[in-house]
């Protein structure tokens, strides 16, 4: 008879049965075919209710480990050996571990001060949006999005970056990266992809993970190399325009009007359009985007919230040109929004009330305040490093001349409690020209910590 050592008497004895009993079938020591006690013998044996003995046997049963034969009583079931590779095995002490070491002043290129976050707007935004009155919103999101977002960044888009489009040719998504699957969804495998050289990493990563064909083209003072690009048809050139990332750089219209050109020249090129860190320009005004000088329809144009509201809301949007509009329909039903709809409301609510509008400006100033900041206190640094990339965004890059790596940059920092993000992982190949740089973000840092990283820096650099 089976002997069950209870630890505790309380109200699931059924529990420590049913536990008891998977173990020891899993344990081999209940052997396949053997038969089990009945219920009622084992609840005498064990002291307990032949309910108890019934509900520890019906999940055994309802898990496939006893099988019940009717007036024969309950079987063990044939279970094959769980095999664990042992060549995949790693100890407990080989495993690596995160970093521990204390970070004090971390210059993130894409954090934002939260200190400046408009949380009572989003509280009154809120209590109006979360409305039991409104039928809609506890529906699943339309498949482009909620029509009232779509509608305020009509508006929004053309007013402050001259993107010209209606609501039904834009598409909400769940941050960039979801919105460029979207697209290799629509164009298949076949289409091949231009990317600057440095580029923003996931946008690599995810056309190649989905099997298109990757160009990378090297970037000069004035954005992606054209004449390079020449010999390719039917591509989708991927770029950064307004703030080229991560260095920094601007293309100018001279540029922009041959990128055009090129997409032009055959039916299939698209340009993918970027528009990262637009609103943040702080010795001109914000350029306009390269959509609002595309008259062919070649400019399918990307936007996000991450830097001018949070990361932690995870919603983009996409103006798709007209013939990609069609096709995208085709494939919406197996797409769906991702996003919440009463955080896309509240998105829009925010737009349509004006306040997002002042809200971008106030840290506009706030971050052009911070980066003249940064800009003073590595004036100590004197002729030894190189800056660029400083006249907008979150962060500018700083190249030393002393002959220390980039490595060495990023350890002797860290090793003081500073952390600053190398360039070269940004870089398909060839970063040889790029030595000795990283980026320093300043969006989450306040002026204390700025002065006070830019000296550990000092020391830890040997500047």
């Not at 001018?308 to 929004?337: C, G």
Request: hydrophobic letters at 40%; glycine letters at 6%.
């Amino acid at each position: 008879m089976i002997t069950i050592p209870f630890k505790n008497k309380g109200a699931f004895l059924y529990v420590e049965i049913y536990e008891y009993l998977k173990r020891e079938i899993t344990d081999g020591n209940l052997k396949f075919g053997e038969k089990l006690p009945s219920k009622r013998s084992l609840a005498s044996h064990l002291s307990v209710s032949v309910n108890t003995v019934d509900a520890a046997y019906g999940q055994l049963v309802a898990e496939g480990y006893l099988e019940s034969s009717p007036k024969r009583g309950y079987f063990v079931c044939q279970i094959d050996t769980y095999l664990l590779k042992q060549n995949n095995h790693v100890s407990e002490k080989k495993i690596k571990k995160p970093e521990t070491r204390s970070v004090k002043i971390d210059f993130s290129p894409n954090a934002i001060d939260q200190r400046i976050f408009p949380y009572e707007a989003f509280r009154k935004i809120f209590k109006v949006t979360f409305n039991e009155y409104d039928s809609y919103l506890l529906n699943k999101p339309d498949l482009q999005g909620e029509l009232e977002l779509r509608k305020a960044l009509v508006e929004l888009l053309y007013r402050s970056r001259g993107v010209r489009c209606n609501e039904d040719q834009i598409i909400i998504g769940s941050g960039t990266s979801h919105l460029l699957q979207i697209l290799g969804l629509l164009w298949g495998k076949n289409k091949s992809v231009v990317l600057e050289n440095p580029v923003y990493l996931k946008a690599y990563h995810i056309f190649e993970k989905m099997g298109n064909p990757v160009i990378s083209i090297d970037i000069d003072e004035k954005g992606i190399q054209i004449e390079p690009m020449k010999k390719f048809s039917d591509v989708a050139v991927y770029v950064t325009p307004s703030h080229q990332f991560p260095l920094g750089m601007s293309m100018p219209i001279d540029r922009r009007i041959r990128l055009l050109n090129f997409a032009n020249q055959d039916q299939g090129n698209y340009i993918i359009e970027d528009d990262y860190d637009s609103e943040f320009r702080y010795n001109e005004k914000p350029l306009p985007s390269l959509q609002s000088i595309d008259n062919n329809g070649k400019v399918i144009y990307i936007g996000t919230f991450s830097k001018s509201i949070a990361p932690s809301f995870r919603i983009s949007y996409m103006v798709l040109p007209e013939a990609l509009l069609k096709a995208y329909l085709e494939i919406a039903d197996a797409i769906s929004s991702p996003v919440s709809s009463l955080e896309q409301k509240m998105i829009g609510a925010f737009i349509s009330d004006g306040v997002f509008e002042k809200h971008v400006n106030k840290m506009r100033k706030v971050y052009k305040g911070k980066r003249i900041v940064l800009m003073n206190a590595l004036k100590q640094w004197g002729d030894r490093v190189k800056i660029t990339g400083e006249n907008a965004g979150h962060h500018l890059l700083v190249q030393l001349d002393n002959g220390l790596t980039e490595e060495a940059m990023y350890t002797r920092a860290l090793a003081q409690g500073v952390r600053v993000y190398p360039v070269s992982p940004y870089f398909i190949h060839g970063a040889e020209n790029y030595k000795s740089m990283v980026l320093l973000g300043y969006g989450s840092l306040t002026d204390k910590q700025i002065y006070s990283g830019i000296g550990i820096l000092k020391e830890a650099w040997d500047l």
